[in-house]
Each structure stands twice: as C-alpha cells, then as structure tokens.
C-alpha cells in the first residue's frame, strides 16, 4: 500500500519551526514519519522537540549533536558557540529524554529505505557530503534505493550513475518536486527544519509518496523572531539566534 512519509530532521530544539511543519505535513497528507537525527542542539527547546518527536512515533537516527548531548564526549571538534550549546542542552533535559537520545541507532533500515545522519560510510564520523565525489564514497555502502539523511542542513537529491554520484538542486524542481525513478539509487537530504543553511531560513523537509514516487521539498516561512526571542531569554550564545534569520 502506498504510504505517504513526512521526512524530517536536524530540528535542533526549534519548536516553533517544528510544529509548522508538522502543521503543513498534516495538512500533506501525511501517514508515516521519519526523522533524520539532530533533534537537539543550538536552540532553547529540546525537551519540547524531544516529546514531540516521541509523540509522532517516527523511526529516529542519531544526530551529531544528539550523540555529543547524550555522551560526555570532548567537543573540540565543534565551533565554540555549537559546543556552548551542547553543554548547555545537557543541563536542561531530563534524565528520561537523555535515556531516548543515548538508545538512538546510527544508522536504520525503513520500509525499504535506509536512515543515517551524515553518511553510511561510516556514520560515527560524521562526515559531510557536500559534493558528487563524497556522495560517490557513500554510495558505495547504499543497499536500498532510497537513503535519507541531514547533517549539512541543505536539501539536495544525489542520483547514483555509471559515473558516479550527480546532484539536483531542489531550488530547480518545478513545485519542489522530484520524480523517482524506479531502478535508480538517491541519497536525499532533506534539509534542516529548525536551522536551515541555504541561505533559506524556511524550515526545510520532504513529503515522499510512495505510490506516485515523488519527493516534494517543501519550504515554510515561520515565527523566527519568536524562535530567536527563546534562544536569548535562555542564555544561549548569540549566534545561534542570529543565523536563524539568515538561514545560514
Ligand atoms: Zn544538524
């Protein structure tokens, strides 16, 4: 039977952006979520996001930011603002929410579909796929047609060919959609809900029909200031509230 997947992720404790969003899925028709991993980190509402997340019953991969929230692991590798958060984050969520983040796989198969993060060739790295020559390297460990994934917090399809991996661009879909091809493999980014970095700060996530095969990036404006306005009153670093207009 056809399913109709709202695909989501990288909300980083957004919840304003997170309930628009889930708001225009409803409103999309859709029956089954899917979430991508970074549910936590950056902004003032991780908890909020968490239950939500829970609520949707969505199959779940962990996040970078997740996996550093959850385990007290040196954070050198992040910006000082990023990290700020991460500390920050683990003193404002419960025991009960740390327990849901720490049983977070890092990679899991769907229906079909495969979830990871950042990228399969070796999801605990956190590598990110920017361009065709490093979604070739993941392809190399894509089993299923269709692998979702987040991270970069920009929206792309990869299409796997003869020469290797070939981007398309969501911004040249007509209506945002994307027709999938049966025979071919894609590794879909669907953007980032709660900080997106294409110079968009719509929320970004995908609807995926799989009766009619289509990818629809969907993009929706929501109250930035308010977001920004939690993230200040709760001490986080200034940064974090300002790129959110920018949507870099
Ligand atoms: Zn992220």
Not at 132 to 141: G, I, K, M, R
Not at 175 to 193: A, R
Not at 197 to 206: C, I, L
Request: hydrophobic content about 40%; aromatic content about 10%.
């Amino acid at each position: 039977m056809a399913r109709i997947y709202g695909i989501l992720g990288d909300i980083h404790a957004n919840i304003d952006a997170l309930q628009v969003v889930l708001d225009d899925a409803r409103e999309q028709g859709v029956t089954d979520w899917i979430c991508t991993g970074d549910v936590v980190g950056y902004n003032a509402c991780p908890s909020d996001c968490i239950r939500v997340v829970r609520e949707l019953n969505a199959p779940v991969v962990c996040g970078n930011h997740d996996y550093y929230v959850a385990y007290e692991q040196n954070l050198a590798d992040f910006h000082p603002a990023a990290a700020q958060a991460v500390l920050w984050t683990r003193e404002h969520i419960s025991a009960d929410d740390l327990e849901w983040l720490r049983a977070l796989p890092m990679s899991r198969p769907v229906m079909g579909m495969t979830l990871v993060h950042a990228t399969l060739d070796m999801p605990d790295h956190w590598g990110y796929i920017f361009d065709d020559l490093q979604a070739t390297s993941h392809f190399v460990y894509q089993k299923t047609p269709l692998c979702f994934h987040g991270h970069t917090h920009v929206p792309v399809v990869y299409e796997k060919t003869a020469f290797g991996a070939m981007h398309h661009d969501p911004h040249t879909f007509e209506d945002g959609v994307f027709k999938v091809q049966l025979g071919k493999q894609y590794f879909v980014n669907v953007g980032s809900v709660g900080q997106p970095r294409d110079g968009d700060p719509r929320a970004s996530y995908v609807v995926f029909d799989s009766g009619a095969r289509t990818l629809r990036f969907r993009r929706l404006a929501y109250d930035v200031a308010a977001a920004q306005a939690k993230d200040r009153e709760a001490g986080l670093p200034a940064r974090c509230a300002d790129r959110l207009e920018k949507g870099t």
